[in-house]
């Protein structure tokens, strides 16, 4: 997600830039972006240091702070790693497999009364035959 650029391109006092990528996804509206940010590391004139965040040539706020939604302006937004947005877009648009459809399922009717299966009748005897001991 980060990489740290070379000394070319950087801003007054600016002593090194890391460029980071995210994919933002709005959990009210749905709307998913990406946007690549230059990050760059300064020093104030008291020593302290602190970070711009640069996308499209302007200074923003930092994308992880309070990110909003452009479409809905909703502050529900869930932050990814680069490339996911892109890559839901790409499934989206993809043919779905869909698997040939079945054909009716034959079922073979139970036999008629009387026909291809015997009738038994129980009785008591037969059900206690298992628990009666033989006598020795």
Not at 1 to 25: C, D, H, K, P, W
Not at 46 to 61: Q, S
Request: hydrophobic share 35%.
């Amino acid at each position: 997600m980060s990489e740290i650029a070379g000394q070319t391109g950087l801003r007054a006092g600016a002593s090194a830039v890391v460029n980071e990528s995210y994919s933002f996804a709005c959990m009210r509206c749905g709307h998913g972006w990406e946007q690549s940010y230059e990050i760059e590391h300064h020093t104030d004139a008291a020593g302290h240091e602190f970070v711009l965040y640069v996308a499209d040539g302007k200074v923003v706020p930092s994308p992880l702070s309070k990110p909003e939604c452009h479409h809905c302006d909703s502050h529900v937004v869930r932050i990814m790693r680069p490339g996911r947005v892109a890559s839901a877009r790409d499934a989206a648009h993809r043919p779905s497999r869909v698997p040939p459809p079945a054909g009716p399922v034959e079922v073979p009717a139970p036999p008629a009364d009387g026909e291809g299966r015997e009738h038994h009748h129980w009785h008591l005897s037969d059900l206690l035959h298992p628990f009666q001991r033989k006598a020795s």
